[in-house]
């Protein structure tokens, strides 16, 4: 048997100098020809190497009967044809000295029938050759920071924001293809569909992103676990040093029922899945919309030095709500100082308690933006406020710039963490003020629940990572 290469270097799937494309070169449809499409769209600057038997060239680029005609040696192949002409096809690179192959073609071990033997040849080459292979079943991964993409889908997005955000899963919804990430303008390092796992599993992956300097915080969507040693010593080396989110569906019957169908995985005992989530200092987050929001908290920011928050809004009720959610979210509301009740009643006497409800002031106001910056520096200057959540207003296009400006000149105030809340009616107005403010690195929301999350993800972070000090 070869011995296999670090299992913690996945180097050549997102960063290979070359890569082969396996699959249909016939043009628009093919999904050969759209994977070379989209590499060449994001501006992958490697060699790219399309491989099939039925056609000459495809872009211009000459196209080879066989991955073993290719003179030049191949990091990376992306494999998109029937599942009986898979494993082949993984001989053939492991022949050449491929070192990763990620298999986006369907009907594996999750299908049945032959797709079981078919997966099951894919991992006795793994083990006879040292190939490693992301999927089958996959649409594979990105990074954003070289344009490699495995997506052979029609992409509308042209240019997606190079960040500090991670996200791991075994759904091809966290795909380029599948959300809108140019208009979030989320800050994003890499993007990773496990599939199958019939070989890479989520403990290669936290491995390899643990030692990734260009990733600040992982958000790893967890059906199953392939080996729970490996993934509790990976998940906590990566703890130490930056913060692992994990979303894990499958908690109901129907919902198991439905992880099994999906990537042919057991769910598992939910209690023991939630401790050793516990125990290795990853924090479960409950929704599909948090999995995507909450991880902005640690792209842009320092971590809260404790939990006590200090809550600004523009409506009593929004403050009520902000209070409920910050105790579940296991933050603590601040008690304001006595200087800083001072300064706030200097400004306007019904503003001395914490949540601040600013709406009052500003609806009377001359200088709503001056008053409102005001009051934000007294909180934040407050040695009892660890952490700020920041309501703004987002009711038509022109108060975007005010808004915006008001920020700026509160750019110097912001060293603790905030997240801020924007709302109002006119949503063109809401999504160009959360790209301006997320552009001067301030994480904006949506929700205010998942604003006041995100905070409290950060704050119990900050202790677990105290605690691995």
């Known amino acids: ?177 599948a959300q809108p990430l140019e208009d979030r303008a989320l800050p994003l390092s890499k993007l990773c569909d496990l599939g199958n796992k019939c070989d890479v599993d989520e403990a290669d992956l936290l491995s390899y992103l643990a030692d990734d300097s260009e990733t600040r915080v992982v958000a790893m969507h967890m059906e199953d676990v392939k080996d729970g040693r490996r993934f509790m010593d990976a998940a906590q080396k990566l703890v130490s040093s930056k913060p692992l989110l994990i979303l894990r569906p499958g908690r109901s019957e129907d919902g198991a029922r439905a992880v099994a169908s999906h990537t042919a995985s057991l769910a598992g005992n939910e209690q023991v899945y939630d401790s050793a989530i516990k125990q290795v200092g990853a924090i479960r987050i409950d929704t599909w919309q948090e999995y995507w929001e909450v991880p902005k908290i640690f792209a842009y920011q320092k971590l809260p030095s404790g939990n006590r928050v200090g809550i600004l809004t523009l409506t009593g009720g929004a403050g009520v709500v902000a209070v409920d959610a910050a105790v579940s979210a296991g933050l603590t509301i601040s008690r304001f100082s006595p200087l800083t009740v001072d300064k706030l009643r200097g400004i306007y006497p019904r503003l001395s308690r914490n949540p601040v409800d600013l709406g009052p002031i500003l609806s009377v106001s001359d200088n709503p933006f001056a008053v409102q910056g005001e009051v934000i520096t007294a909180v934040l200057d407050d040695a009892n406020v660890d952490c700020a959540v920041i309501s703004v207003y987002a009711g038509f296009d022109d108060i975007v710039a005010p808004i915006v400006e008001m920020f700026d000149h509160l750019k110097e105030r912001f060293t603790k963490p905030v997240s801020i809340w924007i709302y109002g009616m006119k949503l063109s107005a809401i999504d160009e003020m959360s790209r301006q403010l997320e552009e001067r690195g301030l994480p904006t929301y949506f929700y205010i629940e998942t604003a006041v999350k995100a905070l409290g993800v950060a704050a119990a972070y900050s202790k677990i990572k105290a605690g691995h000090a």
């Open 1 to 177: 048997m070869k011995a296999q290469q670090n299992r913690s270097d996945l180097k050549c799937f997102f960063e290979p100098d070359s890569v082969a494309v396996f699959g249909s070169l016939r043009e628009v449809f093919g999904l050969g020809y759209g994977m070379v499409r989209n590499l060449l769209q994001f501006g992958y600057a490697g060699k790219i190497y399309p491989v099939s038997p039925y056609h000459s060239e495809v872009m211009g680029r000459k196209a080879y009967s066989s991955v073993e005609e290719i003179a030049d040696p191949i990091d990376a192949a992306i494999v998109i044809t029937p599942p009986p002409t898979v494993p082949p096809i993984v001989e053939q690179c492991a022949r050449k000295g491929v070192k990763a192959v990620v298999i986006v073609s369907e009907n594996f071990a999750e299908a049945g029938g032959d797709g079981v033997k078919y997966q099951q040849q894919l991992v006795e080459i793994v083990r006879r050759t040292g190939i490693r292979i992301i999927g089958p079943n996959t649409i594979g991964l990105f990074n954003a920071a070289n344009g490699f993409v495995t997506n052979p889908y029609l992409i509308a997005q042209k240019k997606i924001r190079n960040g500090g955000i991670s996200y791991c899963s075994q759904t091809g919804y966290v795909a380029v293809a």
